[in-house]
């Protein structure tokens, strides 16, 4: 049976000798202070990533009650957020930058979620954390799979619902041979997962565009303007990444138009909408940009809260999963 608190303090060893790396790959001492912005960086961004865990940990408990899912599964799925960006730790030390595409650029592995599961199987891991074996092959196809687009899904609310109230510890057999049940709770934790990991990454997001937006001033604010066919594209589901700097007058606007359309576009679960209404995400993302752009990013914020969270939970309020797809 998983113990969380047990391996929760080993991953804060962890966490203690990733700072202790980041001193010695910097050379750094109270003393000598040498090379100390590199490791302040370096410190920041493994902050950062045990701070995004620990709100993702907290996110995953409140949607395992709305989702109607049993008490005993706490801690698998605490254990799930805790280490689901377990490569980001390396990833600060080694290369102080959380750009995968930069980083990863000429690996064997894509990104940071694909690094984590190398280090967490190949790399002694999950012994130093003491997950036990039977675990390993759940846990770690979440972290693998958390940022693939090809990750199991299931989109039917009936398959969602034979989960309820089940013990999946008591149905995880320990083998990556999975059983039928097994795949179902795999695709679960995934979507709950990505869920709440995207929810987050857009308050994080929003910090450092509002951040930089505080320490940058842009001359002629209200010369800041989104296209009516940018807009009628965001209303439409019909823009790209690859199409959105192709737009006029590109500027950061755009960027949030569309990170934040995405973003509560492609969450999973009905709950997850109702947890942005419930602790007032929108509010918060809001509240990380300077009061004189207020007036430009108003018609975002309105379309979002009304079209794509009160509408869509009156919608799907007798539903778990927001949309139906046919499973991948």
């Known amino acids: ?35 100390a912005s590199l490791y302040e960086k370096k410190v920041s961004l493994i902050s950062s990533s045990y701070r995004h865990s620990l709100r993702v940990i907290k996110g995953l408990l409140e949607l395992n009650k709305l989702l109607n899912l049993a008490k005993s599964n706490e801690d ?25 595409k930069k980083v990863f650029k000429n690996k064997a592995f894509k990104n940071h979620a694909e690094y984590g599961y190398l280090l967490l199987e190949e790399h002694h891991g999950f012994e130093r954390l003491g997950i036990e074996e039977k675990y390993q092959p759940v846990i770690g196809t979440c972290i693998a799979y958390h940022h693939k687009e090809d990750m199991p899904k299931i989109f039917t609310n009936e398959v969602a619902e ?7 510890e008591a149905i995880i057999q320990g083998s990556y041979d999975f059983l039928e049940e097994e795949i179902n709770i795999i695709a679960l934790l995934l979507q709950m997962l990505t869920d709440i990991d995207n929810i987050d ?7 450092r565009q509002g951040t930089y937006l505080k320490n940058n001033k842009i001359n002629e604010i209200q010369s800041l303007k989104v296209t009516i066919e940018f807009k ?4 439409n589901e019909n823009v790209s990444v690859e199409k959105l700097k192709n737009y006029e007058n590109y500027n950061f606007i755009y960027t949030l138009w569309w990170t934040i359309s995405t973003i509560l576009r492609n ?62």
């Open 76 to 100: 698998l799925i605490k254990t799930i957020g805790l280490i689901h960006d377990y490569g980001r730790y390396k990833q600060a030390i080694l290369h102080t930058s959380f750009d995968d």
């Open 201 to 207: 990454n857009l308050y994080q997001f929003a910090i």
């Open 267 to 328: 969450l999973n679960f009905t709950g997850s909408l109702e947890i942005i209404e419930n602790q007032k995400i929108l509010d918060k993302v809001y509240a990380q940009y300077p009061v004189e752009y207020y007036p430009l990013i108003n018609e975002i914020f309105s379309f979002a809260e009304v079209k794509l969270i009160e509408e869509k939970i009156k919608l799907n309020k007798d539903n778990i999963y927001i949309r139906k797809k046919e499973r991948k």
């Open 232 to 235: 009628n594209a965001i209303y």
């Open 1 to 35: 049976m998983l113990d969380y608190n047990r391996i929760e303090n080993k991953f804060n060893n962890y966490l203690s000798s990733c700072y202790q790396h980041a001193r010695d790959i910097c050379g750094y001492s109270e003393i000598s202070k040498k090379n």
């Open 162 to 168: 034979l989960l309820q109230n089940k013990d999946f």
